[in-house]
């Protein structure tokens, strides 16, 4: 037990004990590259003082919204899609030119057209993880296999019945595919966006804006507060999120 | 040729030691062709891999030739069962012209050596189609070809016909004894099929299960080619099946 | 043909706000704006410019991240000591954004190059390096040992049967690196860039609210992105695992 926690950690003493040397060394100027006391003692104080919470509570408030939106939005224009030959004809040609188009590229359009701060930085995050929601759910709608559709309609299943019971339970697998896709995509581009917009409060700004008076620390504590979050989000939501779709594909598939 | 000597395999699983072959002994003349038949869990196969030498011996040894088996080598050409064990990023010319390719061999030659063994099994026409057009049948092969394209002493084929269907396992049946009748290569074959065995053999090795022991050698003498619905077919068919299904003796 | 009629109308919907008055013009410009702006950004060659200079990273970093990505890959899928010691660092460093290390880039190495090509390369390693991974171990074992028997020995089993063997997962690998980059590029070039860029066109020009050059710079950034995928990729994936009818999807 103890030997693989000792192993499970190995990696990160390892790179943690060559952060030291090279801090110590003196190669660069000690603001620029603290010591792993100094991060860790700065990331204990930003955590202790509230600080960090609120940034990362803004950052996360943030998410849930944008993503709540694009999650939603995303969902009923791909089914939509699915489920209507001319919505299709008339959608997807837009999607699937907006979609290769790098999230950021939107930002500073986006920020002109909403305004800087929250309500433009809300914009551009659920505009950007809508993509991957539609695209999945209306692949979803289209993969239910025309088997079960013809059988279900044999045994009598109106327009309605059908599609709650047979092309919604077939489609959710994607539907959620799209999901974790698209909150994937929100989280990478969230912090950026933070960045550009000037919001008041939030991970993404806390790091740049350290850049003002090199607090390379603050910058570290903060990405390190990143990195935990995006861990925890890949462990509480993605992961459970996944293993429901892949029994959900084992159900399918078979 | 080949010298099987009281080979015996064990091997660990989480709840302990299996035995999956017991002191098999038995031997291949040259030119020879050899059916392993038995139930599954019989060992044939381990014994084919052993052979093949992909597994070693807990005891006994393998010589072909007077030389000990260790590990695997060009003077065996294997055959499995599964399609996938061609290289679907080369073509069928490309597959059998494989280990020609291991052996150094300048390419024109070794292309006109991977076109006549495809000659060989009637494929000559595809030499460039990609395995994934092809049919179960015609994959198997090609299988044949690329294992005899370096000649090897002796050719290794396990179940390889037992994934076709019928009619196809027939016509490849047919093409094998006519291949091993122009090559002359000893072959050990593995199969669960009776009748195949019947077909194919010189010498058929029956081996029954828990732990892998060999129990009987009957030898074939039928001319070829044979007529599977002949009487004295069906008298050698029904002979392994008596050995096949006879109770074990208390040891 | 739908296609076209769908985009026409959206440009109709488009233009129609565009002269509304709603808004200000400089804001939401009308397209033959947009058209007259970009069709000048090409002419005088400020346009090929900018996208030279996001095309140099994106490849430079892209460059460097295949190479890492290939080389660990193999390795970590070769030897479990090493993917016992690099995967937990591997698990801790890809939640990170990419662009959230721009702050700290900017400080080490300064506005330019280095910094822009760093984020790209952080950001297409990880798809790269885990795509390779686990092409390797996909590797069917059966043709491992059927070239073993054919007498394969270390390098030519490494490059004739494993490196093929994997390829469809590489492709896909390299692909997602690419998207990553594309993304990346653009945002560290907002960030990081000092003067020529797609990104840093559009970053720079919000200062005057030149909102046809953003505009601009976009058709032209979402075009590159579209030839790429289509042509480059398309055409890879058709030559090489489509041909082979190793077609397989892996994880985004």
Request: hydrophobic share 55%; net charge positive; glycine share 8%.
């Amino acid at each position: 037990m103890g030997s693989r926690l000792l192993g499970a950690a190995a990696p990160f003493l390892v790179v943690g004990a060559l952060w030291e040397l090279v801090a110590h060394a003196g190669a660069f100027p000690p603001r620029l590259f603290p010591t792993v006391e100094q991060v860790a003692a700065t990331f204990i104080r930003l955590t202790a003082s509230g600080i960090l919470p609120h940034h990362a509570a803004e950052t996360l408030l943030r998410l849930a919204v944008a993503f709540g939106i694009a999650a939603l939005a995303g969902a009923l224009i791909g089914i939509a899609m699915g489920r209507s030959r001319r919505v299709e004809g008339l959608l997807l040609p837009l999607v699937s030119i907006g979609a290769p188009v790098p999230g950021l590229a939107y930002a500073p359009l986006f920020l002109l057209w909403f305004g800087l701060g929250d309500a433009g930085s809300i914009v551009l995050v659920a505009f950007v993880s809508l993509f991957p929601v539609i695209l999945n759910s209306w692949t979803g709608v289209k993969a239910v296999k025309e088997i079960w559709i013809r059988a279900a309609q044999t045994m009598g299943a109106d327009e309605r019945r059908l599609f709650r019971h047979v092309i919604l339970p077939g489609a959710l697998p994607y539907v959620l595919t799209g999901w974790r896709l698209g909150l994937a995509q929100a989280w990478r581009i969230l912090v950026a966006v933070e960045m550009l917009a000037a919001v008041q409060w939030g991970l993404g700004w806390l790091i740049f804006g350290s850049r003002e008076f090199l607090n390379t620390d603050v910058m570290l504590a903060g990405i390190a507060a990143i990195g935990a979050i995006g861990l925890a989000l890949e462990k509480l939501v993605f992961q459970p999120l996944e293993r429901y779709t892949v029994v959900r594909w084992g159900m399918i598939a078979s | 040729m080949i010298e099987v000597r009281d080979v015996t395999l064990d091997y660990d699983t989480p709840r302990g030691t299996v035995r999956a072959v017991e002191a098999a002994s038995f031997s291949a003349k040259p030119a020879e062709f050899l059916c392993l038949v038995g139930p599954s869990g019989c060992g044939k196969t381990t014994l084919l891999n052993m052979i093949a030498g992909f597994f070693t011996p807990t005891r006994g040894e393998i010589r072909i030739d007077g030389q000990a088996v260790s590990g695997q080598g060009r003077d065996r050409g294997i055959v499995f069962q599964d399609f996938a064990q061609l290289f679907p990023w080369r073509t069928a010319l490309g597959n059998v012209a494989f280990g020609l390719e291991m052996k150094g061999m300048a390419r024109q030659e070794r292309e006109a050596i991977a076109r006549e063994q495809l000659r060989l099994v009637k494929l000559e026409d595809f030499a460039g189609a990609y395995p994934h057009h092809l049919s179960g049948g015609m994959q198997q092969r090609v299988a044949i070809a690329r294992a005899l394209a370096y000649n090897p002493r002796v050719l290794l084929m396990d179940e390889p016909f037992a994934a076709l269907d019928a009619l196809t396992r027939d016509e490849m049946q047919r093409l094998l004894a006519e291949v091993w009748r122009e090559t002359r290569k000893t072959v050990v074959y593995v199969t669960h099929n009776v009748a195949e065995a019947v077909y194919l053999a010189d010498r058929v090795i029956v081996m029954t299960p828990h732990p892998g022991r060999i129990k009987a050698e009957v030898t074939i003498r039928l001319p070829r080619p044979r007529d599977p619905l002949s009487v004295e077919f069906l008298e050698h068919q029904k002979e392994l099946m008596r050995h096949l299904t006879r109770k074990e003796e208390a040891r | 043909m739908r296609a076209l009629i769908s985009i026409a109308l959206f440009a109709a919907l488009y233009e129609a706000t565009a002269r509304s008055g709603w808004f200000a013009p400089a804001l939401v410009p009308t397209l033959p704006l947009v058209g007259a702006r970009l069709y000048d950004m090409l002419a005088d060659g400020s346009m090929a410019g900018h996208a030279l200079s996001t095309l140099y990273r994106v490849f430079a970093g892209l460059a460097l991240a295949a190479i890492t990505g290939l080389v660990l890959g193999f390795l970590v899928a070769r030897y479990r000591a090493l993917e016992r010691f690099l995967m937990p660092l591997v698990s801790a460093l890809m939640p990170i954004p990419s662009l959230a290390w721009a702050p700290v880039f900017i400080l080490w190495f300064g506005l330019g190059n280095v910094a822009t090509i760093l984020i790209v390369f952080y950001a297409a390693c990880f798809p790269m390096l885990l795509n390779t991974w686990t092409g390797a171990r996909a590797v069917n074992p059966l043709w491992l040992r059927a070239a073993g028997a054919m007498g394969a020995g270390g390098p030519a089993l490494f490059w004739k049967v494993v490196v093929p063997g994997a390829s469809p997962f590489i492709i896909t690998g390299l692909r997602l690196a690419f998207q990553r980059a594309w993304i990346a590029v653009v945002g560290a070039e907002m960030l990081a860039a000092s003067a020529f860029g797609l990104g840093w066109v559009i970053f720079d020009a919000k200062e005057f609210l030149n909102t046809d050059i953003m505009l601009s710079s976009l058709v032209v950034i979402g075009a590159i992105g579209l030839v790429f995928e289509r042509l480059v990729f398309g055409t890879l994936e058709k030559t090489t695992v489509a041909r082979w009818g190793m077609v397989r999807a892996a994880k985004a």
